[in-house]
């Protein structure tokens, strides 16, 4: 265990170093420059220019000014944003707790629905199965910003039952303001959990095993908890953290659409102000939660089936 | 003696694709308490679907007539929690012990999750009980096999740890299918005295499946011959070897290798063997039987008492005691004999 650990521990290390750099390297090579952004496109004299240059050490070799900004960074400086003048891990602080809100919220959305329908569809077969199957080719199809659009117009015009717009204020009503972009967010995932549910449920329910467990007498749900649903638990678990890590790159489109004051919206605002030193920062906590979650996922399956022996994986 | 099981022309059809396919046709057997039965007979003959619709495992869909009666109960008419006592009472050995038993679970959780969810027994005792029984089935360091995962162990092992967990429950029936078809032979030996020295302790009923007429003699108390889902024959184990009844027993007799002497072929049985849903009209071993007359093949055969044994076999009683006898070629003498 203490095995796994330390070597997932230096492969995570090694992956955001290399996820650092492309960041860092990728927002030097793009056009403009964050003086051109300060200066809003006039063309300022040449000392006020090495005045700027001196002070954001603009001027310092590209592996000098990374290694500074590495450094920093692994202490939790983040470094300035230059058009807002402000410490870029105050900013990512004041919005991160929306993102994984909003996260956390579709992940058991995520969870509970595509488990549960996937379940459903699996143990009944026939017209609920054929529904659920409806229901998830649907759900599969719909792209989180036509979701978005949909859920606002359906509940938020129509039905007037929840807010469109905006974080809201105080525990309950920031939950409302999240529900309809975690719905959105969560379409095609849940679809995916569904399906992938359903089939590791039938195909589970088929095993000998699970016979063996019925000839034994026990009651179908404890057979059903303890056997199907416990075995068909790795494959589920497994797409489940790789959804669940692809929603922290995805959540940007919907903070956007709901009005979000979130990490993935303000990353898409940086970006077009060329913030550079806040999309550097942004990028760098999802590639950190992105990993983690990977390193989680890997854990989870470990645990969930004992076959899978901790020290000697190679991957 | 009284019948623990009474299995009366029982028929189980199987939906396979859009049709019905027949695997059992009126098979009919008994067992008495504390007796072993064998069921001899080759693949797709129907010995495991016998089982199956005894222990009520066969899939969804599939039908079934005739009566299967266990310790005085109707056991098709079961359904709920009826049902599953009447599971529980009845412990099945699978044949293949690794896929038979849930892989990301200790076998501890496999050999007291009976006890702990149908009989409410504490954990602490439940797993000294397991430990116990894996004792009895030897396997050393109980302890440390109860915390081990399937993967961790053996085939036999396993198959052990499966014969210990079908006995923990107190069953009064034990079905056995196959159950050391899938170890090598010195295993199955051990597994087999195993199975044998337990059963006979606790003067427990079996319904012992097997291709293996041999070890099915060694065994059991009598054999039952299957043939195309039917039931062919019912004789006492030992009396099988020497005197069968139906020309099929004699064919599978005859078809076992020597031990003793160096056979220079082998002598297999002409034709394929057939499904219950492919078998001919009439007699369903006729197209391969040396002895079969025209009327064998237009007549449907039925179970009849032939001294201590049944026989699926209207010339059973003119052809008894020549079955095995190599000097006598079934050819036209014999038919002009019989006529």
């Known amino acids: 265990m203490l095995r796994f650990l330390l070597r997932r521990g230096a492969m995570l290390v090694a992956t955001l170093l290399v996820a650092s750099f492309a960041v860092y390297g990728a927002l030097d090579l793009a056009p403009g420059s964050p003086i051109a952004a300060l200066t809003g496109g006039r063309t300022p004299s040449p000392e006020v220019l090495a005045e700027l240059n001196a002070r954001y050490h603009l001027d310092d070799p590209f592996l000098v000014r990374y290694w500074n900004w590495l450094t920093a960074a692994v202490t939790g400086d983040l470094g300035q944003s230059i058009p807002l003048r402000e410490n870029v891990s105050t900013l990512i602080g004041q919005r991160i707790g929306v993102t994984a809100s909003l996260v956390a919220l579709t992940s058991l959305i995520i969870v509970v629905g595509g488990v549960g329908l996937g379940l459903l569809g699996a143990l009944r077969k026939g017209p609920v199965d054929t529904g659920v199957v409806l229901v998830s080719t649907v759900s599969a199809a719909m792209p989180s910003f036509a979701a978005a659009v949909v859920l606002q117009f359906l509940f938020g015009v129509r039905l007037g039952w929840l807010p469109v717009l905006g974080t809201g204020t105080g525990f309950a009503d920031s939950l409302k303001h999240l529900v309809l972009p975690a719905l959105a967010l969560a379409a095609t995932s849940v679809a995916l959990v569904t399906r992938v549910t359903r089939t590791a449920v039938r195909e589970e329910l088929d095993k000998e095993h699970v016979q063996t467990a019925v000839s034994r007498g026990l009651p179908w749900s404890s057979v059903v908890r303890r056997h199907v649903l416990r075995n068909a638990a790795i494959p589920i678990t497994t797409v489940v953290g790789l959804t669940v890590a692809s929603l922290i790159a995805l959540s940007a489109v919907v903070e956007t659409a709901f009005g979000l004051n979130g990490l993935g919206a303000y990353l898409v605002q940086a970006a077009l102000n060329k913030d550079f030193a806040v999309v550097q920062g942004i990028s760098l906590v999802l590639v950190v939660a992105f990993v983690v979650t990977n390193l989680l996922v890997d854990l989870a399956y470990a645990l969930l089936d004992p076959r899978v022996a901790l020290g000697s994986r190679a991957s | ?339």
Do not use: W
């Open chain 2, 1 to 339: 003696m009284s019948a623990l099981l009474e299995v009366r022309d029982l028929t189980v059809r199987l939906r396979v694709g859009g049709s019905d396919r027949e695997v059992i046709t009126g098979t009919t057997l008994e067992i008495a308490e504390g007796e072993a039965m064998g069921l001899v007979g080759e693949s797709g003959s129907g010995k495991s679907m016998t089982a199956k619709a005894i222990a009520r495992l066969l899939p969804a869909g599939a039908g079934v007539e005739g009566s299967v009666h266990f310790a005085g109960t109707d056991v098709l008419a079961l359904s709920g929690a009826d049902l599953r006592r009447h599971r529980a009472k009845v412990a099945v050995v699978f044949q293949d012990p690794r896929a038979h038993i849930n892989p990301v679970r200790r076998i501890e959780d496999f050999m007291t999750e009976s006890l702990r969810t149908l009989e409410d027994v504490p954990r602490a005792q439940a797993r000294t009980r397991a430990a116990d029984a894996l004792e009895e089935v030897g396997i050393d360091d109980p302890a440390r096999r109860l915390r081990q995962f399937p993967h961790e162990l053996s085939g036999g092992m396993l198959q052990r740890v499966m014969i210990a967990t079908a006995l923990l429950s107190r069953p009064l029936l034990l079905l056995a299918d196959e159950c050391t078809t899938a170890l090598d032979v010195t295993t199955q030996a051990e597994v087999m005295a195993i199975l044998d020295d337990l059963r006979r302790d606790r003067g427990l009923s079996m319904l012992f499946i097997t291709h293996d007429l041999e070890l099915a003699g060694a065994v059991c108390d009598r054999t039952s011959v299957m043939y195309a889902g039917q039931v062919v024959e019912t004789s006492a184990a030992d009396r099988l070897h020497a005197d069968p009844l139906h020309p099929y027993s004699a064919a599978l007799v005859q078809a076992r290798p020597d031990v003793t002497s160096t056979a220079e072929r082998l002598v297999a049985i002409p034709g394929r063997p057939v499904s219950a849903f492919e078998a001919p009209s009439g007699c369903r071993f006729a197209p391969r039987c040396p002895h079969a007359l025209d009327s064998c093949r237009s007549t449907e055969q039925v179970l009849t008492g032939l001294d201590a044994g049944r026989v699926r076999c209207e010339r059973a009683a003119t052809l008894r005691g020549r079955l095995l006898d190599p000097t006598e070629s079934p050819t036209e003498s014999e038919e002009t004999a019989d006529a």
